[in-house]
């Protein structure tokens, strides 16, 4: 009697390739992944992988968390166990969380010699990788102390296979799971252009097949033929961006010959970096375009903020002229945080006269650097204590938060301020989830 095979066990990196795989070969379908290391977007995020069925794919610059803690305080393994920690708290399968490394490479370090700051980088792609990172971006394209202001492809891509090796030698050592690996780089910075005045230049043809060429000679110069054929992904500029108040939209025309430019093995994509901002229906066309790993980050954080400073606003309306109760001072508290430690946005926004709007309202979204200031964390638990101790109106709701209005009318959604501020940043994630599913 025949027996059918038993199903493979699910594994979210070899789910990753078998995505990637049916954009090329049916020109549908991706994956957007989660940047950011903030608790209410990641929650979110989970939230929403959990209904979609999906794997929630979670990224951390080389800035954000690395083995001297990064600006969140964490390392590679503190990050991977909170992740962990909140798929097991909401039931989500960790066989369905993809941990990623964005920018990895010495770009925390550059202003220390290249050697220095390759030894350090290397550290941190030890750690991503016994931390239980599956994908990893190695980026090595920053002139480091000693080098010339710009590097040569050649010097990239070596400085990459470097990183690359010390990925598979600790897969080996340590009996972990082979790296899936994304190699190239976006200019400007990652965080969106401190001074986007005109649209982006979308890579060239040339570029795509200079850089294909460098890495793969890279490659096999250290003798990594098996992991370049778990190279998946290229980070290519395909003109969109934002910045202070001006966000530049996909144009598919201008990326066509850089759509049709991949070279024919399916198991190639693009990785497209701020992404944030664009309209469901330009996500959509990126995927088909084959971008078909999709980046968001601010965005998201925007969102939260966005629906913090609404609530903020309700709770105004609501308790003006109650002696009793103390309203929360959420955007004093942010406003003063970033008075007080300027080092995370004075160099992004210019102009005296504009430069308080735009620490609360830029695209560029620096104040997310500041949502776990201990003065600011009080002033949220306090709107939030405040505005669940009583009944929100609807015309309330509809006044400052529309969306949510809408989705609390037609009984989707609970009018409890943490359920509002989930769904508004879940509105943005659902443009990813829809653009990246499969049709």
């Avoid at 600006?71 to 962990?84: L, S, V």
């Avoid at 710009?150 to 090796?165: F, K, M």
């Avoid at 050592?173 to 994304?182: A, T």
């Avoid at 080092?343 to 830029?362: E, H, I, P, T, V």
Wanted: hydrophobic fraction near 40%; include cysteine.
């Amino acid at each position: 009697m025949h027996r059918p095979h038993p199903p493979r066990p699910f594994d979210s990196a070899a789910n990753l390739r078998r995505v990637l795989v049916r954009n090329r070969v049916a020109g549908n379908g991706g994956v957007y992944a989660v940047c950011s290391a903030h608790p209410w977007v990641l929650e979110a995020a989970a939230q929403q992988a959990l209904e979609d069925h999906s794997v929630l794919h979670v990224e951390s610059t080389s800035s954000q968390v690395n083995q001297e803690g990064g600006y969140t305080g964490q390392t590679p393994a503190q990050f991977a166990e909170y992740i962990g920690s909140l798929a097991r708290r909401l039931r989500l399968p960790t066989r369905r969380v993809l941990l990623g490394a964005d920018h990895l490479g010495p770009f925390p370090w550059r202003k220390q010699t290249s050697a220095k700051a390759m030894e350090k980088a290397g550290e941190l792609v030890r750690a991503c990788v016994l931390a239980g990172y599956r994908k990893l971006h190695l980026d090595a394209s920053m002139a480091c102390g000693d080098d010339q202001p710009t590097l040569s492809d050649h010097v990239v891509a070596a400085r990459a296979a470097t990183l690359c090796d010390i990925a598979e030698k600790t897969c080996q050592k340590w009996g972990r799971p082979p790296s899936l690996y994304v190699i190239g780089t976006e200019v400007p910075a990652p965080g969106g252009q401190a001074d986007a005045e005109g649209a982006p230049v979308v890579t060239s043809v040339k570029q795509v097949l200079r850089t294909l060429a460098a890495f793969e000679s890279a490659f096999q110069e250290r003798g990594l033929s098996r992991a370049w054929e778990r190279v998946v992904g290229l980070v290519v500029q395909p003109g969109v961006e934002f910045g202070d108040h001006t966000v530049f939209a996909y144009d598919h025309k201008k990326a066509q010959r850089l759509a049709t430019a991949l070279p024919a093995r399916p198991r190639l994509v693009y990785e497209a970096h701020s992404t944030d901002y664009q309209s469901a229906d330009a996500l959509a066309l990126m995927v088909r375009d084959h971008f078909a790993i999709l980046k968001v980050g601010p965005w998201l954080t925007f969102a939260f903020r966005e629906a913090v400073f609404a609530l903020s606003a309700i709770e105004r309306e609501m308790l003006a002229g109650k002696k009793r109760v103390i309203a929360s001072e959420v955007r004093g508290a942010l406003e003063t945080a970033m008075l007080r430690r300027p080092a995370d946005w004075n160099s992004y926004y210019k102009g005296d006269g504009q430069q308080s709007l735009a620490r609360a309202y830029s695209y560029s979204d620096r104040c997310r650097y500041y949502w776990a200031d201990t003065s600011v964390q009080k002033e949220i638990r306090r709107l939030l204590r405040n505005l669940s101790a009583v009944s929100l109106p609807l015309p309330l709701i509809s006044q400052y938060l529309p969306l949510e209005y809408e989705a609390i009318r037609g009984g989707c959604l609970q009018s409890r301020p943490p359920a509002i501020i989930y769904h508004h940043i879940r509105s943005v994630l659902s443009s990813y989830a829809m653009a990246c599913a499969s049709h």
